[in-house]
């Protein structure tokens, strides 16, 4: 969602402004791309070669099967997709078209014809080393229409293998999510296991373990970082937050009790709520409507005794966070019923 990087801000730098966050994604100090797993992220400049590196090998080998090439080939066409893209904004249809047409040309006996499918589409215009935007300056509103070779707008970014990608990204995870069991670091990095556990051997001191309630065997940073909190007090977090989807699937209850997981989370889809966090656990989503000028926040607790209450000045710092990320007059907030 195009106002995720937004409200992501606003739920862990509360006073961040529309004008910075904007800014950054337009002078790319903000970077966003598809990479882990295929979905799409926004990453620091300096994590984006981590996140490209972990990515790439996978898509090559999704890429290859698909079009009936081998890796050599493969990387052919990548490296043909980042020159087209090297020096102007590219719309995703040409990229495809310039595709399309190398394999033809270079790979008669391929299955060119599978790139006008949607998930060819989405391998060619969404490669890692690509990043977005959209076509205008609002960043929180619009699709990423169009795409440019990353290393060509920002030179400095550096070359990494998977698995010196892998180690750094597993730090960051368990900086942000630990502890965190080992399926939770390869889910989220889209890597098997055994990438991960040549990353832990490799962090060794770095890393503790700790028993979890069910006897798993759980992983964090032995430094752990400063910013890290017990209670942060009520935020409202975007769709797609890091505390449900920093996690595999059967670990989302982390944060949420198990019987309302159905509520933030669309199985058929995909799709993650806007939520409520509230005393360290999902209390309830939320969402706005109306006009930037005339914007009206609903709540819907996730359950009675949800904690949540207009009065409450948590919610009125959290709205006044989220005001700000995004440029909006809040001049309604109300809290419904929760779902039967």
Known sequence: MPRAPFLTAASRLPGSSYRTINNALADHRLLKTTNLRGTVHTTVVDQFAAVDAVRRPQQIRDLGRLVGIDDAAVHGLIAVIEEFC??????????????????????????????????????????????????????????????????????????????????ELTRVHLGSYGPADRRDIAWWLGVPLRAVDRAVATLGDELVHHTGPDGSDLLDLAALPARRQV?????????????????????????????????????????????????????GTWRTTGRPAATVVEI???????????????????LSAVAQALDLVITDVRVLRPPT
């Open 300 to 318: 819907t607790p996730l359950h009675s005794g949800s904690g949540i209450c207009t009065d409450d000045t948590g919610l009125e710092r959290a």
């Open 86 to 167: 090297g020096d102007n904004w590219q719309p995703r249809d040409a990229i495809v078209d310039r595709a399309r047409s190398v394999v033809a040309d270079r790979h008669p006996e391929a299955r060119s014809p599978v790139l006008d499918t949607g998930y060819g589409r989405n391998l060619v215009w969404g490669h890692s080393g690509l990043i977005r935007r959209p076509r205008d300056d609002r960043w929180e509103q619009r699709t990423d229409s169009f795409h440019r070779t990353a290393r060509r707008v920002v030179p400095t970014i550096p070359e990494l293998d998977q698995d010196a990608a892998v180690t």
């Open 231 to 283: 209670d942060p007090g009520l935020r409202l977090l975007p769709e797609f937050d890091g505390l449900l989807l920093g996690y595999a699937p059967a670990h989302r209850d982390r944060f949420i009790d198990h019987e309302h997981l159905d509520k933030v989370w669309a199985r058929t889809n995909g799709l993650f709520s806007p939520t409520v966090l509230v005393d360290g656990r999902i209390a």
